[in-house]
């Protein structure tokens, strides 16, 4: 067993490629919710977890949780994990390196007690990927995993509740897969999933809020005519006028410090070379941290498209197909992650999540706070996907000292731990 932070760091590393070997597709990476290789992945942390003398179990919704206690039996409990599933074609380490760095701090800590317990969960489902919703295994430890939810079906007609019988599972069971009545926040350690942190030189960050998001889809309508026999001031082309909207979604995001705003998928009708497109459907993907400066610039997209289409001659609709508000982080949980990051001798640089999170859905109901790594090249979603050792290694040493200023501090959530002033804060705002 490595002992120095380095040599363990490599052991993450290493760890996370052996469960990217666990999949439902040869030569890539795929697992989805409650699918075989999830069996695998549990029998393998078990196995690392073992020498700590702890017994994971899975819960009713296929979370696998390991218990480490405090050092009293009524200790204040600290979450900690990530995601097991991925999206199709995946890389090594979304989600998973989150797990993998969880158990990799406990062993360091082991044997020590310490004044908290440690809940490792590794979450069956986090991407949306087979039900075509996301979150799945933190809905369950909060509680908001509903009828409707284990009603959904996947492509092969399955449901939820039906994915969850099949594994062997009991979805009467499902609120005994709550949170642990003691827990006081969630701590996420997860890849950046982007350029930021390479871009500024930097292994680590504390993410401070994840960003609302909204998806629409739009609907230009024009009229469909012979390419060659129409002339240009008499087109009614439902893509012309698509076209120039996206770029003025573009502009708009360009001009708004922080939005991001992306048009991906687009269909025109006919789709012949020398027919002009009658009917054009796109969306939006528009995200901001801040749900007020994102719904003002909405209402600025809605309005330019209802512009240009009317003074190119065609109609435009829209359907809103998700609305998230964004989620901010406990700003004192951060405060003490962005210290640990300094402890550890690293600059803590804060930012904003672009993606969605299991920490988005725990912070709703405990204090949360997310780590980021930096991720080489700031790809995601990608066999290519990767991370640095040396950054792996910072993380570790930023867990530790955080883990350190939890137990001495006395500021666990308002519990009375040891403190230099005997006295506590919650960390809740």
């Known amino acids: 067993m490595p002992t120095d932070l380095r040599a363990r760091a490599e052991q993450v590393v290493q760890r996370c490629q052996t469960l990217a070997r ?93 004044p908290f317990a440690i809940d490792l969960v590794a979450f069956s489902e986090e991407e949306g990927v087979r039900f075509g919703f996301p979150f799945i295994g933190s809905l369950a430890l909060i509680g908001r995993l509903d009828a409707s939810h284990l009603a959904q079906r996947d492509s092969r007609g399955i449901s939820v509740r039906e994915a969850i019988e099949d594994f062997g599972l009991n979805p009467s069971s499902l609120p005994r897969a709550a949170l642990h009545p003691n827990t006081r926040a969630f701590l996420e350690f997860h890849i950046e999933q982007g350029p930021v942190l390479e871009n500024l030189g930097l292994p680590l960050a504390v993410v401070d809020a994840i960003v609302g998001q909204s998806r629409l889809e739009f609907h230009f309508s024009g009229r469909a005519n012979h390419a060659g026999t129409t002339p240009m001031d008499l087109r009614h082309d439902a893509l012309a006028a698509a076209a120039e909207w996206i ?93 640990a990051i300094l402890a550890a001798g690293f600059t803590p640089h804060r930012m904003t999540s672009g993606a969605g999170h299991d920490a988005m859905i725990l912070a709703e109901t405990v204090p949360t706070a997310m780590i980021f790594l930096r991720s080489p090249g700031g790809i995601s979603h990608d066999p290519a996907e990767s991370v640095l050792v040396s950054d792996v290694e910072a993380a570790l040493a930023c867990g530790l000292k955080l883990f350190e200023q939890l137990s001495s501090s006395g500021e666990f959530l308002g519990h009375n731990l040891p403190s230099k002033n005997n006295q506590t804060r919650t960390l809740r705002e």
């Open 22 to 114: 666990f999949s439902e597709d040869s030569g890539t990476i795929r697992r989805t919710f409650l699918s075989a290789p999830m069996r695998d992945c549990h029998r393998e942390i078990a196995a690392w977890l073992a020498p700590l003398g702890v017994t994971p179990s899975v819960d009713a919704v296929g979370n696998l949780r390991a218990l480490c206690p405090g050092a009293t039996p009524d200790a204040p409990c600290l979450l900690v994990g990530s995601h097991l599933d991925t999206v199709p074609n995946a890389g090594s380490f979304d989600g998973i390196l989150g797990i993998v760095l969880a158990v990799a701090v406990l062993e360091s800590l082991h044997p020590q007690k310490l």
């Open 247 to 339: 770029v003025a979604v573009e502009r708009e995001a360009q001009r708004v410090p922080g939005l991001v705003a992306t048009c991906g998928a687009i269909h025109a009708d006919p789709g012949a070379v020398n027919v002009i497109p009658a009917e054009v459907r796109v969306s939006l993907d528009i995200r901001h941290a801040s749900d007020a400066l994102r719904a003002q610039a909405l209402a600025k997209l809605l309005s330019f498209a209802d512009e240009i289409s009317s003074r190119r001659g065609v109609s435009v609709s829209h359907t809103v197909l998700l609305e998230q508000r964004a989620v901010p982080m406990n700003r004192a949980l951060c405060d003490q992650a962005a210290q």
